[in-house]
């Protein structure tokens, strides 16, 4: 299955179609796979390897 749940309710002006980072920065805000990982209860490893390859991904540097 191939889905995720976020909690929005305490987000301001969020509206359907908005950009959403998962894992990496926006603005002066990032989210590491670290930190992602703890909140999932998941090795970072783990994490990465179950991202399915049909979710795009876009690396800017």
Do not use: C, H, W
């Amino acid at each position: 299955m191939n889905s995720i749940a976020v909690n929005i309710t305490k987000v301001k002006n969020v509206k359907n179609g908005d950009e959403v980072i998962l894992i990496g920065k926006q603005g002066g805000k990032e989210i590491t796979v670290a930190s992602f990982s703890e909140s999932t209860q998941q090795v970072n490893y783990e994490l990465l390897t179950r991202l399915p390859k049909d979710i795009p991904r876009k690396i800017i540097s």
